[in-house]
């Protein structure tokens, strides 16, 4: 099956910027809603972040305003540009489908934002 492989990991502290990406073989990033997950200490992972094969986003509202999402199709990669990153943000943050029929979660990629 298509792995997907997040990269990226990062610890900076509150104010600053991140960027993250997401890999997977064909073109299975480009044809397909994509999103980003993210798994909190303690919590369940959850969608915060999705772009449709179409380009169109949506965010959680934790988040609007200072990420972005969006897709390269010539790399076939996804990416989250995350500015004015928060305590709250820290967490595995993970790519795969939006829709219940999902790829294998690969291993995310840790991100740690400091007061």
């Known amino acids: 099956q298509v792995q997907l492989v997040e990269s990226g990991v990062g610890l900076v502290q509150a104010g600053g910027s991140l960027r993250l990406s997401c890999a997977a073989s064909g073109s299975i990033i480009n044809t397909n809603a994509m999103g980003w997950y993210r798994q909190a200490p303690g919590k369940q992972r959850e969608l915060f972040a999705a772009?449709?094969?179409?380009?169109?986003?949506n965010y959680a509202d934790s988040v609007k305003g200072r990420f972005t999402i969006s897709r390269d199709n010539a790399k076939s990669t996804l990416y989250l540009q995350m500015n004015s990153l928060k305590p709250d943000d820290t967490g595995l943050y993970y790519c795969n489908f939006v829709r219940d029929s999902k790829l294998n979660w690969g291993q995310g990629t840790q991100v740690t934002v400091s007061s």
């Open positions: 772009i449709t094969s179409g380009g169109s986003t």
